[in-house]
Structure formats: structure tokens, C-alpha cells
């Protein structure tokens, strides 16, 4: 069972629409970081949220933090083909270990 | 800073052949993570180091791996004997662990991959 659940696994788009994927849990975490990994490299943190309802914007994205902080949600607007990549949710367990979901696999053609 | 620096970048193998990769973090991190990458496993974490010393090796798959951190500038993850469901990315990661429940940011090298023919 994996602790972390992503969804949708993939994602196909055409520029400029809007997308969001989930990561859900049955636990509940001090905290919640989000990461993208693109082809050939290693994933790079976009962003950590902390508080339960807590929302963050960078840029065209928007992330959110469940109230139960069990889940969160990753919001792109006017996806363009830069956006394109693997998008991983990951929480800290509480044997201090980070701990990463499948992930999301997204494509933003042109 | 140069970033989290990883080799070999590619390395193809026969089974039962050794296999070392190597680690560099970046100066100051306390902590040091190997992970695993594939098509249907995902990101998977074998081991983690906090200040040099192993703290959870239980998604190491068998006894074929094993890890060291000798210092804080220096790990190797080996794999003796190799075999062909070895094939994956190895991807090394350091952060600052600031306490049991939040391991921070991690910072990737680009990976190693492994190719066990």
C-alpha cells in the first residue's frame, strides 16, 4: 500500500488549458512538499506547505494543503509545453524519512 | 555551489559484475538519501544518512546493497553481485534535516544509470 497516492498517473493537455492533480493520504503529515522532475534529472522542490488550508501560488501554479493536512492539490493555469514533466508529492514519515508518491506525468503539447 | 554531484552518470554491466556509484553533497548538509527510480516502482528510498551515519537502511532490497558515508563530503551505494532487475536510476540527495518530522528540502544529483545486462 503506498502511503501516498497520486492521481492522475498521466496527463496529456494541450497549451493553455487548465489542470489540477491530487495527492491523497489516510494520515496526517506536519507537512507536504511538492517537487518537479524533468527528463535526465533529479526532482527539484517547487514547494513546501505546512498548514492545514494553506494555499500557495508560484507563478501559474497553485497549491493547497488540506484542512485535515491528508491531501494536497496542484493547480495550473494556461499550462504551457515548459510545464511539461513529472510533478511528485512527498512527506516526511515518522521515522524522518522522505517518502515520495508515483507522481503525475505531465505532457503540454504546443 | 556545484550541487549534489553523482558518478558515474551512465553504466552498463553484465550480471553478477560490481557495481559502485558514488556521492557528493553539498557542503553543510547533514543528511544524505539514496533513492531508487523506475518505471514501476517510482521513486523508492534504500537508505539515509543523517551526520554520517546510517538512521534507515530498510528499503535496501537485500543484502546485495550496501552503503557507506565514510565522511561528510562522500558516499557510495554497491551492489554485489549486479543482476538485470538492478537496472533503474540511482538518484543521491542531501538537505539539512531540521527535525524528526521534516526532512526539508532535498537537493538531487542528475543520477546514475544502471544498466545490468
Known amino acids: 500500500t503506498q502511503l501516498l497516492e497520486q492521481s492522475p498517473q498521466f496527463l496529456s493537455i494541450q497549451e493553455g488549458e487548465n489542470l489540477t492533480v491530487y495527492c491523497n493520504s489516510s494520515?496526517?503529515?506536519?507537512?507536504l512538499q511538492w517537487y518537479r522532475q524533468e527528463p535526465g534529472e533529479g526532482p527539484v522542490l517547487l514547494v513546501t506547505?505546512?498548514?492545514?488550508?494553506e494555499v500557495k501560488k508560484l507563478k501559474r501554479l497553485t497549491f493547497q494543503f488540506g484542512d485535515a493536512r491528508k491531501d494536497s492539490s496542484l493547480h495550473i493555469t494556461a499550462a504551457q509545453p515548459g510545464d511539461t514533466g513529472l510533478y511528485l508529492c512527498?512527506?516526511?514519515?515518522?521515522?524522518?524519512?522522505?517518502?515520495f508518491g508515483q507522481g503525475t506525468t505531465l505532457q503540454v503539447k504546443p | 555551489d556545484a550541487g549534489v554531484i553523482q558518478s558515474p552518470r551512465h553504466e552498463v554491466t553484465e550480471m553478477g559484475q560490481e557495481v559502485t556509484l558514488r556521492c557528493k553533497p553539498i557542503?553543510?548538509?547533514?543528511?544524505l538519501f539514496w533513492y531508487r527510480q523506475t518505471m514501476m516502482r517510482g521513486l523508492e528510498l534504500l537508505i539515509y544518512?543523517?551526520?554520517?551515519?546510517?538512521?534507515?537502511d530498510s528499503g535496501m532490497p537485500e543484502d546485495r546493497f550496501s552503503a557507506k558515508m565514510p565522511n561528510a563530503s562522500f558516499s557510495t551505494l554497491k551492489i554485489q553481485p549486479s543482476e538485470p532487475r538492478d537496472s533503474a536510476v540511482y538518484f543521491c540527495?542531501?538537505?539539512?534535516?531540521?527535525?524528526?518530522?521534516?526532512?526539508?528540502?532535498?537537493?538531487f544529483g542528475e543520477g546514475s544509470r544502471l544498466t545490468v545486462l
Open positions: 540527495a542531501s538537505g539539512t534535516i531540521i527535525g524528526t518530522f521534516d526532512t526539508g528540502e532535498l537537493f
Open positions: 494520515s496526517v503529515f506536519s507537512s
Open positions: 506547505v505546512v498548514t492545514g488550508g
Open positions: 512527498a512527506v516526511t514519515s515518522n521515522t524522518g524519512k522522505l517518502i
Open positions: 557542503s553543510g548538509h547533514n543528511s
Open positions: 544518512f543523517n551526520n554520517n551515519v546510517p538512521i534507515d
